[in-house]
């Protein structure tokens, strides 16, 4: 069976140091990988996805990045944090090449703190 | 363009009813709907693709009414498990958009 892992679970930064959140999927080959930002009480904003290796695409600019290194491992990076970063983080997988109607399967996403 | 959701929120007493929307300003290819309980991921129900579609999971079933682009989804004589927040992502038509969700839905379901 499929499983998605996330790290760290909870992250507590200073303004302006750097960030590197990771996730991994299990079980499958070639998922299409996606990162979400969930402020507290709000709804999933999509921040990046990828359907391939070094195949990016961006939803929202900001000072995040995202990289896809190996087929099943998509990190979440960012050179200089700000307050407004904070957030639930949570990592997505569905099976690609079926069209856009699969399921997103979410990790336990890492609960990001900027102080 | 995110959907909007209705109610913001909503109350029931266990084996009480519920319906929650989902409406969007544009033509809608899939509709999908998505629970997540306080601190923890959220979880896939169900995926509605046609018009006029209706699927069921247990005692919580969709429909996706594609000519008025909205979706509800109806929760059956709630259980104490049902309570989470409930979010609707939709895909437009004719685009590559990704998935965009609602702001959600808390349902609380008390004893």
């Known amino acids: 069976s499929q499983t998605i892992h996330q790290w760290p679970a909870t992250l507590v930064q200073p303004v302006g140091s750097p960030l590197s959140l990771e996730c991994t999927v299990e079980?499958?080959?070639?998922?299409?990988l996606y990162w979400y930002r969930q402020a507290a009480g709000r709804g999933l904003q999509l921040l990046f996805y990828?359907?391939?290796?070094?195949?990016i695409s961006s939803e929202v600019p900001q000072n995040l990045s995202a990289s896809r290194p190996q087929d099943r491992q998509f990190i979440l990076s960012s050179k200089k944090l700000l307050l407004s970063d904070s957030g639930f983080y949570l990592c997505?997988?569905?099976?690609?090449?079926?069209?856009?109607?699969?399921?997103?399967?979410f990790g336990d996403g890492t609960r990001l703190s900027i102080l | 363009q995110q959907p909007v959701q209705s109610p913001q929120a909503v109350i029931l007493r266990e084996g009480e009813d519920a319906v929650i929307n989902c409406s969007s300003s544009?033509?809608?290819?899939?509709v999908h709907w998505y629970r997540q309980k306080h601190g923890e991921a959220p979880v896939f129900l169900m995926i509605?693709?046609?018009?006029?579609e209706q699927k069921g999971h247990e005692k919580i079933s969709a429909s996706f009414n594609e000519k008025k682009q909205q979706s509800s989804l109806y929760l059956t004589a709630s259980q104490l498990s049902y309570s989470g927040t409930y979010f609707c992502?939709?895909?437009?038509?004719?685009?590559?958009?990704?998935?965009?969700f609602g702001s959600g839905t808390q349902l609380t379901v008390l004893p």
């Open positions: 997505a997988w569905s099976v690609r090449g079926r069209g856009r109607d699969q399921p997103q399967h």
């Open positions: 079980g499958t080959s070639n998922p299409n």
């Open positions: 990828s359907v391939g290796i070094g195949q």
């Open positions: 544009k033509a809608l290819y899939s």
């Open positions: 509605l693709l046609k018009g006029g």
């Open positions: 992502g939709t895909l437009p038509s004719g685009s590559a958009r990704q998935l965009t």
